[in-house]
């Protein structure tokens, strides 16, 4: 597939990696001569210095022969006129662009070929919004990612002393929720995925990650650690983008308190929503304090500034507050925020890509989730076919020459979550949620699903 990707931020950087190990023809474009220089160094792309949105920049690019445009410039006006002008002008078939600004997404009838013609867009605020919103109907998840039409979930959750899984094989951590099924997809111990063996004793310390039914999600988690009590009361770090879009998210449900420095953007907020709106700077201990920051549930950290984020929620976790997160943007920082008592480093870049690579999937993926940064990718893919044109269709699970290091989580059929073993017989329309150990098996996994050019 010949795909241009537009912008050199770590978003565009991060799809190109992923796309490059997997035969596409790739052209970077971007205005930054000095980053596209690095960049080829380390990449097997081509790049190409300019405006995005430009028509001979685009042309240069080699527009005329895409298969698909990828805009997630910082600009949001650059992604749009960008992909109006792959319309209008190369006729590019798909079309995806990232939109920032909540602005432009306010009327959807605004999206379509016969007004901007965008097939997909992409907003990062909404997306960490959601993450964090499940994250806080969740009490005690890392992460809650959906999967399905949405109802069944991958809930990653570190263990502690007082779940009832702490010493218990795999084989027998299924008898303590009989109430449903459940699978432990991935078990991570220190940097390591541990081998996914029914022997395996769950250890303090362990980050597991499994698959189960909603409504089953907060009885799994207890079992994993001390029952948390639900959420109450929420502190947001910034009045940005962000921290609108959540605190919009969650005023009806939750007692919520915006902290901002900038003062035009808290009477915004206060006058909007309804919310408690105080200004000041939120790595201000007095401030906290002052605030009874001890009875707050959970601190949200999101303003646009890394360290701020980080300082912020050390600072909330030290006063009492049970579980906060940041919002960290540098890639090198999250890894630092494994060793600190920061509950959960979120990655709007890592959110972001994972929104977007479905999309660049060949088969039908519906998602992708990355748990560990170029390590172990989660992705469910529906199976289409008969006998006669899938490799899959009528085939047990141990059947399958599954490529190495791939192995099956789950089976979702009709939308619920069904108890398989290696006998189980796979049938068309199944969305198998499948663990990558080595994400450069990716390609060997996608021509499993893919049918032959008989069933069309």
């Known amino acids: 597939m010949k795909i241009i990707i537009l912008g050199s931020g770590q978003v565009g950087l991060s799809i190109a990696s992923d796309l490059i190990d997997e035969n596409h023809d790739i052209t970077l474009v971007s205005d930054d001569n000095q980053v596209l220089m690095e960049v080829s160094e380390k990449l097997d792309l081509r790049t190409v210095c300019g405006h995005g949105s430009f028509p001979e920049v685009l042309r240069e690019a080699g527009a005329e022969s895409a298969d698909m445009l990828l805009a997630v410039t910082d600009s949001d006006e650059v992604n749009m006129v960008a992909c109006q002008v792959a319309y209008s002008l190369f006729n590019i078939d798909k079309k995806i662009a990232r939109i920032r600004s909540q602005h432009y997404l306010i009327r959807d009838e605004l999206f379509g070929s016969d007004n901007l013609p965008i097939d997909i867009f992409i907003s990062?605020?909404?997306?960490?919004?959601?993450?964090?919103?499940?994250?806080?109907?969740?009490?005690?998840?890392?992460?809650?990612?959906?999967?399905?039409?949405?109802?069944?979930?991958?809930?990653?959750?570190?263990?502690?002393?007082?779940?009832?899984?702490?010493?218990?094989?795999?084989?027998?951590?299924?008898?303590?929720?009989?109430?449903?099924?459940?699978?432990?997809?991935?078990?991570?111990?220190?940097?390591?995925?541990?081998?996914q063996d029914e022997t395996l004793t769950i250890e303090v310390g362990d980050e597991v990650y499994f698959i189960c039914h909603e409504s089953q999600s907060h009885a799994i988690l207890a079992a994993f650690r001390r029952i948390e009590a639900p959420n109450h009361r929420i502190m947001i770090a910034g009045g940005g983008g962000i921290g609108a879009c959540l605190a919009e998210a969650l005023q009806h449900n939750y007692g919520v308190k915006v902290v901002d420095r900038d003062l035009q953007r808290c009477e915004f907020i206060a006058e909007r929503m309804k919310v408690t709106v105080l200004h000041g700077d939120a790595c201000d201990r007095d401030l906290l304090r002052n605030e009874n920051i001890d009875s707050v549930d959970v601190f949200c950290a999101v303003t646009d500034d890394d360290e701020d984020n980080m300082i912020a929620a050390l600072q909330a976790k030290r006063l009492g507050v049970k579980q906060v997160m940041a919002l960290i943007t540098r890639t090198a920082y999250v890894d630092i925020i494994h060793d600190t008592s920061i509950n959960v480093a979120i990655s709007p870049q890592q959110i972001t890509v994972g929104s977007i690579l479905p999309h660049l999937r060949r088969g039908d993926v519906r998602y992708v989730y990355e748990l560990r940064h170029g390590q172990t990718d989660v992705i469910e893919c529906k199976v289409h076919g008969d006998k006669k044109t899938s490799r899959l269709v009528g085939k047990s699970l141990g059947d399958v020459s599954w490529p190495n290091s791939?192995?099956?989580?789950?089976?979702?059929?009709?939308?619920?979550?069904?108890?398989?073993?290696?006998?189980?017989?796979?049938?068309?329309?199944?969305?198998?949620?499948?663990?990558?150990?080595?994400?450069?098996?990716?390609?060997?996994?996608?021509?499993?699903?893919?049918?032959?050019?008989?069933?069309?």
Do not use: W
């Open 124 to 195: 990062p605020e909404q997306l960490v919004t959601r993450f964090i919103e499940q994250l806080i109907a969740h009490p005690g998840a890392l992460k809650v990612m959906n999967l399905g039409d949405g109802t069944i979930k991958l809930v990653g959750v570190k263990v502690f002393y007082g779940g009832l899984c702490v010493g218990k094989t795999l084989a027998e951590i299924n008898s303590i929720v009989p109430d449903g099924v459940f699978n432990v997809a991935v078990v991570f111990r220190g940097d390591d995925m541990a081998p």
């Open 406 to 456: 791939v192995s099956v989580a789950a089976v979702i059929r009709s939308n619920k979550l069904v108890s398989t073993d290696d006998n189980y017989e796979i049938q068309a329309g199944d969305h198998l949620v499948l663990v990558l150990g080595d994400v450069r098996r990716l390609k060997e996994l996608e021509k499993l699903f893919q049918v032959s050019a008989d069933f069309f």
